[in-house]
């Protein structure tokens, strides 16, 4: 077997902005409610021409430039979504179609929603350390707004679209760490898009006790998988779920060195984009070190979770 890394990223957000006001012009809530419960000021809204495809399509096509790559490089390609309405062909092949790929990539989508990216990359990393891959696409993707109850202010004040993507190729060494993952199948029903058209919906505060109660040991596990301790994470990027989730999940992961995301900020809950598109950020600014260590960390509907430690590209 050889080992894996994350060489480039990319990310995409539509130009439409949704802002706080925005909102309240439409469901009653207020720039100052919405910020003392999620956090989020912002958030993009896909137009009728930006399906998910067309989302995760540009995000690859920057983190192929970013890595200096043709896609014909790529012999894997994983999207993982949960808003692609179509079934077949799936969306990591209508991305592949879009790149002009000529190389017979593998082509698959994972739903497995907010954690959805996270279990993407593990996948990556396993089939190129068993010598299925060379290299390989993996991109989170969704438009949540398309599948948001507006009239709901519990929910709408929380999502928007985007999608990231990372290169991934094979190494000598280990620079993705094993991954930790799991689920609670018993509390599916906390998070939920179901129906016909599909619709979000979710147990507030069941999601909230769970995440901030559970999720710090399992974090604490994945550092110990990867053979660090939370002291030496140079960054932590978990699901941009809410800011009320994230700053106090960061704390009590003892992360005290770190550069942690808050991408949910200026982007909202954007599902399996949210860890790829954040991290993509604070690399483009710069903000981590090449080589240093970050925790990836996805949770959410399914009450499904997963993370991993990578060396930062």
């Given at each position: 077997m050889t080992g894996s890394r994350v060489v480039a990223l990319g990310h995409y957000q539509p130009a439409k902005v949704l802002t706080n006001e925005d909102l309240a012009a439409m469901v009653e809530t207020s720039d100052e409610w919405i910020l003392s419960r999620v956090g989020i000021r912002t958030r993009h809204i896909a137009g009728p021409d930006e399906p998910v495809d067309e989302l995760a399509y540009q995000a690859a096509a920057k983190a192929l430039a970013n890595a200096g790559l043709t896609p014909h490089d790529i012999d894997l390609v994983l999207v993982a979504t949960s808003t692609a309405i179509d079934r077949s062909p799936n969306m990591a092949a209508r991305v592949a179609a879009k790149l002009g790929m000529t190389s017979a990539p593998a082509v698959m989508d994972l739903n497995v929603v907010c954690s959805g990216f996270t279990?993407?990359?593990?996948?990556?990393?396993?089939?190129?350390?068993?010598?299925?891959?060379?290299?390989?696409?993996?991109?989170?993707?969704?438009?949540?707004?398309?599948?948001?109850?507006?009239?709901?202010?519990?929910?709408?004040?929380?999502t928007g679209d985007g999608a990231g993507a990372a290169v991934v190729e094979s190494c000598p060494d280990r620079a993705i760490g094993p991954v930790l993952w799991g689920s609670v199948p018993e509390m599916g029903h906390a998070v939920r898009i179901e129906g016909t058209p599909p619709v979000f919906a979710q147990e507030g505060q069941s999601v909230y006790r769970w995440t901030t109660s559970r999720l710090p040991a399992l974090a604490r596990k994945t550092c110990e998988k990867a053979g660090i301790t939370p002291e030496d994470l140079a960054g932590v990027v978990l699901h941009q779920a809410n800011l009320r989730i994230i700053e106090p999940l960061a704390a009590k992961i003892g992360a005290v060195n770190a550069v942690v995301a808050r991408d949910v900020v200026d982007s909202g809950n954007t599902s399996a984009a949210s860890i790829p598109m954040a991290l993509s950020k604070l690399v483009e600014r710069g903000e981590i070190p090449s080589g240093s260590p970050v925790l990836l960390f996805g949770f959410g509907g399914n009450l499904s979770y997963a993370g991993q430690v990578i060396r930062c590209p």
């Open positions: 279990h993407a990359l593990a996948t990556a990393d396993h089939a190129i350390r068993s010598g299925s891959s060379t290299r390989a696409l993996v991109i989170g993707a969704d438009t949540m707004a398309g599948i948001t109850d507006w009239t709901d202010r519990t929910t709408c004040v929380l």
